[in-house]
């Protein structure tokens, strides 16, 4: 007797006795892994025919249920395809995979999704704490859970967003740190290479993608006009995680035969549809800024415009401000070392190159500069994250108070 052709289903006997029938089903129209449907019955006729009951159902629709509530970890992967990639950037989409593969899925993603209860959400924080991860780790772990349930709750997917009732772990609170304008002063004094790269940072509290993507052709240096200079933040230069494109996963592995995207040969930048990109130099990609307040027209203190002069003039760039060879950018990871490296020669306190940012804010706070206008040189969007960013010194707050005690003492 011939066997069955591809796509016919299979049949066979369970352990517990009962036969079973698997028929193909077309492949997940968002995520593209393969979908199956089980019939179970006692004998194996009433299997063959339950199955040749689905297969017609099939065939005159198209495609037909599972019979079976979506796990977490399949709504996962279908809310990361649907929901986070096409609107997000590929850093945050990296991010939260990376989230649901090494804590998520481990703990609970063998649970369905609509039967989730508050003791899988805890569950999940009890072994992110066993693993020893952070306070921090465990907060973002929490965020990315909530927010995918919400649109499972939204999609009727799921009854209610359990996690939205379940207590989250306690984020810790960091004091941001930022340079005084005296050690700022110290710092920009002593470097000599690489003084410019810096001064952009402290002095128009740029996001470092924005730094490093600059370009020569959207910076307008003093040219003897009379014009004021400035600097068009039209690019950020951003580390995309190359994905697969040799087609969906097929049993746990790729077509390819390859475990990381980066080695697949049909491999694929996994850039948003609607996102302005452009390929700067292996995995490192020019992006638009995510906000319309992020692209912004930024003027130059002269004294930081002659800096830039300079540093034009020895290093010799052909597309990039600041670059490590002729039309290459700096590789982010690379700039973060040498931030650090500097740090330390002047002997600061190790932080981060963002606190570059708070700096800058803190320091338009003190000169008195009114906070709209903060918010459009950082460019952001919200007045309360500028208000975020700035750190008023002892100094300043002596003299806010000084006013008070007069006020009340004259």
Not at 52 to 64: F, N, S, V, Y
Not at 77 to 82: L, M, P, T
Request: charged share 25%.
């Amino acid at each position: 007797m011939a066997g069955r052709g591809k796509g016919e289903g299979s049949i066979y006997k369970e352990a517990s006795g009962l036969w079973a029938a698997v028929i193909p089903l077309p492949p997940d129209p968002v995520t593209g892994k393969r979908r199956r449907k089980y019939v179970r019955a006692k004998s194996k006729a009433e299997a063959v025919r339950k199955m040749r009951a689905a297969q017609l159902e099939l065939a005159r629709t198209g495609d037909i249920s599972t019979g079976r509530g979506l796990t977490l970890a399949e709504w996962l992967d279908r809310w990361i395809e649907q929901d986070v990639a096409p609107r997000r950037k590929p850093a945050t989409t990296a991010d939260y995979r990376s989230v649901i593969r090494v804590h998520i899925n481990p703990a609970i993603g063998s649970r369905r999704v609509d039967q989730l209860t508050a003791a899988d959400v805890r569950t999940l924080h009890a072994r992110i704490a066993a693993a020893g991860a952070s306070t921090s780790t465990a907060a973002k772990v929490h965020r990315v859970l909530r927010a995918a349930l919400a649109v499972a709750e939204r999609e009727e997917i799921a009854p209610r967003n359990i996690a939205r009732l379940v207590k989250a772990p306690p984020a810790p609170i960091r004091a941001p740190r930022a340079m005084t304008a005296d050690e700022a002063r110290v710092f920009l004094a002593h470097r000599t290479t690489d003084r410019a790269r810096w001064m952009v940072s402290l002095m128009l509290g740029v996001r470092q993608g924005e730094a490093l993507g600059m370009t020569l052709d959207h910076l307008h240096l003093a040219d003897g006009d009379g014009s004021t200079p400035w600097v068009d933040l039209a690019w950020e230069l951003r580390r995309v995680t190359w994905a697969h494109g040799c087609g969906p996963t097929d049993g746990g592995g790729w077509p390819c035969g390859r475990k990381r995207g980066s080695d697949c040969p049909d491999r694929t930048a996994p850039i948003p549809d609607g996102l302005e990109a452009e390929q700067a130099h292996g995995g490192l990609w020019l992006l638009r800024p995510k906000t319309v307040g992020s692209h912004r027209r930024v003027a130059l203190p002269s004294v930081l415009a002659d800096a830039l002069t300079e540093h034009i003039q020895v290093a010799r760039p052909t597309r990039f401000v600041f670059e490590t060879a002729p039309g290459l950018p700096v590789d982010p990871r690379r700039d973060y070392g040498a931030w650090k490296a500097a740090l330390a020669e002047e002997g600061l306190p190790e932080m981060s190159l963002h606190s570059a940012r708070h700096t800058c804010a803190t320091l338009l706070l003190e000169a008195g500069v009114p906070l709209r206008t903060a918010q459009e040189i950082l460019g952001q969007t919200q007045a309360l994250t500028t208000a975020r960013y700035q750190h008023p010194s002892l100094g300043v707050q002596a003299q806010a108070l000084d006013a008070v005690a007069g006020a009340l003492t004259q």
